[in-house]
C-alpha cells in the first residue's frame, strides 16, 4: 500500500507581524492608494492570441489565451470562477520568465471571462473542458505524456473532465486543485448541495446582490481566503496587508465591465454548481492518468469549496494507491496567492516525479 500525504501546518504563525487592530483599507481608499491599477505583472508572453472553439458544439467562440516561456514541460494553468487568466500571474513569471527555457506556460481565459467570448448559454465543465482541449490542440501540444495540467476550483472541475478524455498528451498530468467533487456516501448530497450553493453565493456577492461594494468585496476575501493570510503584510510590500492588495485587484477587475460581466459569472456559476463526479468515474480517470501522476491540494479553512470534498475526492482518486494528497492547515481556498512559493515548489517536484515514471 502506497500513501502519500502532507500536511503543512501554520497555527496562528504568520509570515511577518500584522496590526490585526488595523482595518482594512476601504474601497475608497483602495482607489485612491498610488498602487491601485498597478497590481497585474507587465508579462511579455511569448505567444498570445485568440483561437476559436466549439464550432460543432455550442459555438464558435473565442477563447483569449496567453503562452510564457519556451520550454519543453508544458503546463496548462485552468483558472478558476469569476477570475481572468491574470490570476495565475506569479506562476506564469515564475516558470514562464525565470524559468521559461525550462517550462513552457499556458493561461487563458475560460468562456464567461476576461478576453475570452461569453456567450449566454448553459455552460457545463464538460464543455469548458472541450474548449480547452481545442485550444491545446492548437498550439500543438500534442505529444505523449508531455502535459501537466493545473486547475483551482472550478478549473480543477474543468482539469478532471479534461483528464476524463484520456488523450495522449494527458498521461502526464498533475492536478493542481481538484476540488468540488465528491463520492456517493451518505454525506455525498450534503456536498453537492452545499458546493451549488456556495458556487452561487460567489457570484450573487461578485456583482448581483444589491449592497455596497465594500461588502460584496469583503464577502469575496471572506469566502477565498484565510484570516491569518488578509491580515498579514501585503507579500509585495506595496499594500498594508494581503487582503487590502486583494481589494485592489478584485476592484480593477471590476472595472473591466467588458470583461467581467453579470452574464459571465452566472453562467460559469451554473457549470460549478452541477459539476459532479461519481466514485466510479473518478476511479476511472485515476486509472487512465495514474494515480502517482494525481496531486490534491486543499486547505483547512476554505471557504468556498469545503475541506470534505478534497478528502472525499482524494479517497476517491486512491490517496492509499498513490495520489498525493497536501493538507494545508490554516489556509484557505487560493492556494496559488496564500502560499507562492510552496506551490510552485509543490508542482516543481510533481514535474521532477512524473519525469521518471513510465
Excluded at 53 to 80: C, N, Q, S
Excluded at 242 to 249: C, K, P, S, V, Y
Aim: hydrophobic share 35%.
Amino acid at each position: 500500500m502506497l500513501i502519500t500525504q502532507v500536511t503543512i501546518s501554520y497555527g496562528d504563525i504568520l509570515k511577518a507581524p500584522a496590526d490585526n487592530r488595523r482595518p482594512p483599507l476601504t474601497v475608497d481608499e483602495v482607489l485612491k492608494h498610488p498602487k491601485f491599477g498597478h497590481t497585474t505583472l507587465d508579462l511579455v508572453p511569448h505567444q498570445k492570441g485568440k483561437v476559436r472553439v466549439a464550432k460543432d458544439r455550442d459555438g464558435p467562440l473565442d477563447i483569449a489565451y496567453e503562452v510564457h516561456g519556451t520550454g519543453h514541460h508544458h503546463l496548462v494553468f485552468i483558472m478558476g470562477l469569476g477570475s481572468f487568466k491574470t490570476a495565475w500571474q506569479r506562476q506564469a513569471s515564475y516558470f514562464g520568465h525565470e524559468k521559461g527555457l525550462q517550462y513552457s506556460c499556458l493561461i487563458f481565459d475560460n468562456r464567461g471571462m476576461g478576453e475570452s467570448d461569453k456567450p449566454l448559454a448553459r455552460y457545463s465543465t464538460t464543455g469548458m473542458a472541450k474548449d480547452t482541449l481545442e485550444l491545446i490542440d492548437y498550439l500543438g501540444w500534442s505529444s505523449a505524456r508531455q502535459l501537466h495540467v493545473v486547475g483551482v476550483s472550478l478549473g480543477g472541475m474543468i482539469a478532471q473532465e479534461l483528464d476524463s478524455f484520456a488523450i495522449p498528451g494527458f498521461n502526464r498530468s498533475s492536478i493542481g486543485k481538484y476540488s468540488g467533487i465528491f463520492g456517493e456516501s451518505p454525506q455525498s448530497d450534503q456536498h453537492g448541495n452545499d458546493n451549488l450553493l456556495r458556487s452561487f453565493s460567489y457570484s450573487l456577492n461578485c456583482s448581483f446582490i444589491p449592497k455596497p461594494v465594500e461588502a460584496q468585496v469583503a464577502n469575496v476575501k471572506a469566502q477565498l481566503f484565510s484570516q491569518s493570510w488578509l491580515k498579514a503584510p501585503d507579500d509585495y510590500g506595496d499594500f498594508p496587508t494581503n487582503g487590502d492588495r486583494f481589494t485592489a485587484m478584485e476592484l480593477s477587475k471590476r472595472k473591466d465591465v467588458e470583461g467581467f460581466t453579470r452574464k459571465g459569472i452566472i453562467c460559469q456559476a451554473i457549470a460549478a454548481g452541477w459539476h459532479h463526479k461519481s466514485p466510479e468515474q473518478l476511479k476511472e480517470l485515476a486509472d487512465k492518468v495514474g494515480r502517482q501522476r494525481i496531486q490534491v491540494l486543499h486547505g483547512t479553512v476554505d471557504n468556498m469549496i469545503t475541506l470534505p470534498h478534497g478528502e472525499v475526492l482524494a479517497r476517491e482518486l486512491g490517496e492509499d494507491q498513490g495520489v498525493t494528497k497536501i493538507i494545508v492547515e490554516g489556509r484557505g481556498h487560493v492556494l496559488h496567492l496564500e502560499e507562492e512559493k510552496l506551490y510552485r515548489g509543490w508542482l516543481e517536484k510533481m514535474v521532477e516525479k512524473t519525469e521518471n515514471l513510465e
